[in-house]
């Protein structure tokens, strides 16, 4: 676990406008940064960046964070890889810090893994590129499938050396154990005084996480063995989870978000080819059948999928027992199928850049449709078999969560194969139950629904709160530790110059709002500004300050979006006003002590409004003639108090 100390580094050290600059161009817009949001397709840049307060905020689409959440929601990265991104971008040494001394092992057992895979990949790569046989044996087969070194370079290829244990021995003379060598899978033991390389002899393609480290290996046996597998992998480890891995994500996960489409295709050699074409937006599963976690990274990214395979019935078939935990997912499928004898990679030595992409975008149909016919031009002339492929293909159909999506097949289905609709929709009703009283029967409890964004639960909270109570938190997340002063009212007689020390009493923003509202028992009408204001009120009784862009940073992610849409603003005073209009406007930070009595008035005016209607209903309904004396004079008072405000704020209320 990532030590606290380590966050609070990359926290202070993380600049807005730096982390997004890498992603989005920014202008600079008076204090702030404006740019095209990175979230939404706009030709009007409504995304802005303030630096002061490290935050953004699109008043386009409503997005909105810091530096580690930009890069999370960007980069689709969970909390660790963001913050182990912006550690490597500002050289902040992560510290690790763990609850016991078993957690802390694991933890030095999985770096030890890292660092290993990192120091064989620099081994393999420098046996292809720079030892003679390797670029007798292994580089020269590499140019002739059209690999270059530029993609050599970027997918980090190499070659392990024909030799029993030329690796094994390099890596215990840097000081790396038997044990460890093990456990990472790169060297396999016949006996206890007996080991090898396991990729001894083949081409090395390393298998990168999210983040870029290394995490296992893949390696290609050069030339036809009968007794060898073509391919070999790396054994599942403390760092390598087969089901949780795609191959060429890490290089592909910004080109498919822009794109909102990922190729997936079923090796190395596919992904390599594909970033050949410059098609990027390509990934391949590691040496396994797609899995639902695979299918759930990929969501993070986009929601439509195609899939990329050659003429084989078996790859195919294969293929649609992915298709199933795709829909599943509710993610859009399309396939291409490649002429006979042909692969991506195949299909690229022979095509130009400009025509693999066109037969792509001309030959991608829906996987429903495909299915379809294929089954058909099977079994055409068969009854039996022709309705046991249509219930099948309802079956899939079936698996899609979307019940529009469902009926859109439904219908093109009874229009391809000439089968009444309701008869489909029946089967398809029946399929549903089916699988709905399974899952009924199912003893584990049904994983808990994906709670709703965050700034929707905001933005409700938002509009539920009067201005009174947004302005009056805002007011606090800014100027809390602020100090403000008055004269004791034993003193207000005084002329100014007739003040001393004695007669003035000084206090934070936050203790004096603070403690004014308890002392009139008043209550926030939003659940989310109460406990802003609870956070504040505890400080407040500690005698503690509030750190800086401690909201702003706060854990509760609803907290921190709440602070943030209130910290952005739309629109931001011009210049203008004094420059050209000698219009002087004052602002928050110059008055702040007017400012904090100011709002602290209007939120006591609206609160007492809110009595005075409440008290009026109770007359109009008490039968009681001294209960009704007694909310009559409590009205009084209630008048009265609203008078003296008025006064105090120089306004004439109406109700």
């Known amino acids: 676990m990532i030590s606290n100390n380590t966050i609070q580094k990359i926290f202070d050290y993380a600049r807005i406008e730096e982390v997004i600059g890498d992603f989005v161009r920014l202008k600079k817009s008076g204090v702030n940064y404006k740019g095209l949001c990175p979230f939404h397709n706009e030709k009007t840049p409504s995304f802005m960046v303030s630096p002061t307060k490290n935050i953004f905020k699109c008043f386009g689409c409503g997005e909105s964070g810091n530096p580690i959440t930009f890069v999370m929601k960007h980069e689709k990265y969970s909390y ?62 590499l140019k002739q ?79 036809k063995n009968d007794n060898k597998a073509k391919y070999v992998n790396s054994p599942e480890t403390e760092i390598y989870n087969k089901s949780k891995i795609l191959y060429g994500l890490y290089q592909a996960k910004t080109k498919i978000s822009q794109q909102d489409n990922c190729y997936l295709v079923e090796g190395y050699t596919d992904v390599i080819a594909m970033h050949r074409a410059k098609i990027e937006n390509v990934v391949a599963s590691s040496g396994t059948s797609l899995t639902k976690d695979q299918v759930r990274l990929l969501k993070r990214y986009t929601h439509h999928i195609t899939i990329l395979f050659d003429s084989d019935a078996a790859g195919v078939n294969a293929t649609s027992r992915g298709i199933d935990l795709i829909l599943e997912e509710g993610l859009n499928v399309k396939i291409v199928l490649f002429p006979e004898g042909d692969d991506p ?75 009444d609709e309701e008869a489909l929709q029946s089967h398809l009703s029946r399929e549903l139950r089916r699988k709905s009283r399974k899952k009924l029967n199912i003893t584990e409890p049904e994983p808990e629904p994906p709670l709703p964004k965050a700034e929707k639960q905001i933005s409700k909270e938002m509009d539920d709160a009067s201005d009174d109570e947004k302005n009056i938190i805002r007011f606090l997340i800014h100027y809390a530790n602020e100090t403000i002063s008055f004269i004791k009212p034993q003193a207000a007689h005084k002329e100014k110059h007739q003040l001393d020390d004695d007669d003035i009493i000084s206090s934070t923003v936050a203790a004096y709002i603070v403690n004014e509202i308890k002392k009139d028992g008043l209550a926030f009408d939003s659940d989310i500004f109460q406990k802003i204001f609870d956070e504040i009120a505890t400080s407040v009784a500690d005698n503690q300050k509030i750190p800086p862009h401690f909201f702003l940073n706060h854990a509760d992610e609803i907290i921190k979006e709440t602070t943030i849409n209130l910290s ?24 702040i002590q007017h400012f904090a009595i100011w709002f602290l008035d209007n939120f006591r005016t609206r609160k007492l409004f809110r009595l005075l209607k409440e008290n009026s209903e109770k007359i109009k309904n008490s039968k009681s003639d001294e209960e009704i004396k007694m909310l009559i004079e409590k009205q009084m008072k209630l008048i009265n108090i609203k008078n003296k405000i008025g006064k105090k704020m120089k306004r004439v209320f109406l109700k």
């Not at 763990?98 to 990192?118: A, G, M, P, R």
């Not at 215990?172 to 060598?181: A, C, I, K, S, Y």
């Not at 293909?393 to 969560?401: E, H, K, S």
């Not at 952005?568 to 008055?591: C, F, G, Y």
């Open 80 to 141: 660790p890889e963001a913050l182990r991104y912006l550690a490597e971008k500002y050289a902040i040494e992560i510290e690790e810090e763990s609850s016991s001394t078993e957690d802390s092992q694991q933890i030095e057992e999985k770096e030890s893994l890292f660092n290993l895979n990192s120091f064989a990949q620099k081994f393999f790569s420098e046996k292809l590129l720079y030892n003679e046989t390797g670029q007798a044996i292994a580089l020269s087969y």
């Open 145 to 223: 499938r059209g690999i270059s070194k530029r993609e050599i370079e970027k997918f980090l290829l190499g070659y392990s050396p024909d030799i029993w244990d030329a690796f094994t021995q390099h890596a215990v003379e840097n000081g790396f154990t038997l044990p460890l060598l093990e456990k990472s899978g790169l060297v396999i033991f016949k006996d206890t005084n007996n080991c090898y390389d396991r990729f001894k002899g083949r081409i090395i393609f390393p298998v990168q996480n999210l983040t870029g480290r290394i995490v296992g290996f893949g390696g290609r046996l050069i030339g």
């Open 345 to 419: 990679d195949s299909f690229v030595r022979k095509h130009t850049t400009e025509e693999t992409k066109s037969f792509l975008e001309e030959n991608a149909v829906d996987f429903i449709t495909y299915k379809t016919k294929l089954l058909l031009e099977q079994d055409k002339n068969d009854p039996v078999k022709k309705a046991g492929f249509i219930k099948e293909i309802i079956n899939t159909i079936a698996l899609i969560p979307d019940p529009i999506t469902r009926s859109v097949y439904v219908k093109n289905c009874s229009l391809s194969l000439d089968i």
């Open 568 to 591: 952005m603003e739309a629109n931001t005073l011009s210049d203008n006003w004094k420059n050209k209009h000698q219009i002087l406007v004052p602002r928050e930070e110059t008055r």
